[in-house]
């Protein structure tokens, strides 16, 4: 059975709205002061396709704030993951930092969303730019192995201010290539390229400037982009989304979407 609304009271004292579902917190991690996660029970009718998002409330309010939120688990997994910001006056992170396990979040039905396979042309290379939680929709795809169907290799870069603010994607790399599922698949296939841009690492510089300057393919001992062999799937905040458009652009790609698959998507991954 879903827990899909009946217009019923929940522990905040507030109606679940009709026709949402009303999901279980069963796990919440704390990065940095900006950054968590937390995952909730999945409804069992709920079906999505990797890389798409949901709209995401509390039952905090008689007309609750919904916000758009990727999906982070891969379309197998029981459970539903979601990575965060906070921000401390943001309407829905401001209260939503705060949930722990056995909290209830709102969910709507229907999932959506142009990070998704369908929207690129087959390729060899996919590579996946985001910057803080715009990984989400990636940490999807890295787990599906229709993923690994589809490219050669799968290059995952993201840049965070700290190092701190990399750990989500460090852990979920490293759990990944242990997965008895898609284990063998990403470590074969998947490259992990991560960099800060506040705080002294080993790698710095903002995505953008590394493909500008040509780090990034000397790095990685690949060609620059071209349309004939490379996608990209961009997400991130709306200066870096710009910034990575123009870029990829200017490399001769061309944005693609559900109905007219292209060389790169693009999905903006800003909450407050
Ligand atoms: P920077 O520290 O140089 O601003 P934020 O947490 O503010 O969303 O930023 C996450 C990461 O994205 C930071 O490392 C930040 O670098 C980087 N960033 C911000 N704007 C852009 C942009 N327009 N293009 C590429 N990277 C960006």
Request: aromatic content about 8%.
């Given at each position: 059975?879903?827990?899909?609304?009946?217009?019923?009271?929940?522990?905040?004292?507030?109606?679940?709205?009709?026709g949402?579902?009303?999901?279980?917190?069963?796990?919440?991690?704390?990065?940095?002061?900006?950054?968590?996660?937390?995952?909730?029970?999945?409804?069992?009718?709920?079906?999505f396709?990797s890389?798409?998002?949901?709209?995401?409330?509390?039952?905090?309010?008689?007309?609750?704030?919904?916000?758009?939120?990727?999906?982070?688990?891969?379309?197998?997994?029981?459970?539903?993951?979601?990575?965060?910001?906070?921000?401390?006056d943001?309407?829905?992170?401001?209260?939503?930092?705060?949930?722990?396990?056995?909290?209830?979040?709102?969910?709507?039905?229907?999932?959506?969303?142009?990070?998704?396979?369908?929207?690129?042309?087959p390729g060899?290379?996919?590579?996946?730019?985001?910057?803080?939680?715009?990984?989400?929709?990636?940490?999807?795809?890295?787990?599906?192995?229709?993923?690994?169907?589809?490219?050669?290799?799968?290059?995952l870069?993201?840049?965070?201010?700290?190092?701190?603010?990399?750990?989500?994607?460090?852990?979920?790399?490293k759990r990944?290539?242990?997965?008895?599922?898609v284990?063998?698949?990403a470590?074969?296939?998947?490259?992990?390229?991560?960099?800060?841009?506040?705080?002294?690492?080993?790698?710095?510089?903002?995505?953008?400037?590394?493909?500008?300057?040509?780090?990034?393919?000397?790095?990685?001992?690949?060609?620059?982009?071209?349309?004939?062999?490379?996608?990209?799937?961009?997400?991130?905040?709306?200066?870096?989304?710009?910034?990575?458009?123009?870029?990829?652009?200017?490399?001769?790609?061309?944005?693609?979407?559900?109905?007219?698959p292209?060389?790169?998507?693009?999905?903006r991954?800003?909450?407050?």
């Open positions: 059975m879903d827990s899909l609304a009946h217009p019923t009271e929940n522990q905040t004292g507030f109606p679940i709205p009709a949402v579902f009303a999901e279980t917190v069963t796990d919440v991690e704390h990065y940095t002061d900006r950054m968590f996660r937390f995952r909730i029970t999945r409804p069992q009718s709920f079906r396709r890389g798409e998002f949901v709209m995401i409330g509390l039952p905090n309010a008689d007309k609750p704030i919904f916000r758009a939120y990727s999906i982070a688990s891969p379309a197998w997994d029981e459970e539903l993951e979601f990575c965060s910001i906070k921000v401390p943001g309407p829905l992170t401001k209260h939503l930092q705060k949930i722990v396990p056995g909290d209830t979040i709102l969910m709507r039905r229907k999932s959506t969303g142009t990070l998704v396979l369908d929207a690129l042309l060899k290379r996919l590579y996946m730019l985001s910057t803080g939680t715009g990984i989400a929709p990636f940490a999807s795809l890295i787990r599906d192995p229709e993923t690994y169907e589809k490219f050669e290799t799968v290059i870069c993201h840049t965070c201010r700290t190092a701190a603010e990399l750990t989500y994607g460090e852990a979920l790399v990944l290539r242990e997965d008895p599922l284990g063998e698949l470590r074969d296939h998947l490259i992990r390229y991560a960099t800060t841009t506040r705080e002294p690492t080993s790698r710095m510089g903002r995505i953008t400037k590394l493909i500008e300057n040509g780090r990034l393919f000397e790095d990685l001992d690949m060609p620059r982009l071209s349309p004939d062999e490379d996608r990209v799937m961009i997400c991130g905040s709306m200066d870096m989304l710009a910034d990575c458009k123009t870029l990829c652009q200017s490399f001769g790609l061309e944005e693609g979407a559900n109905n007219r292209a060389t790169f998507v693009v999905e991954a800003f909450v407050d």
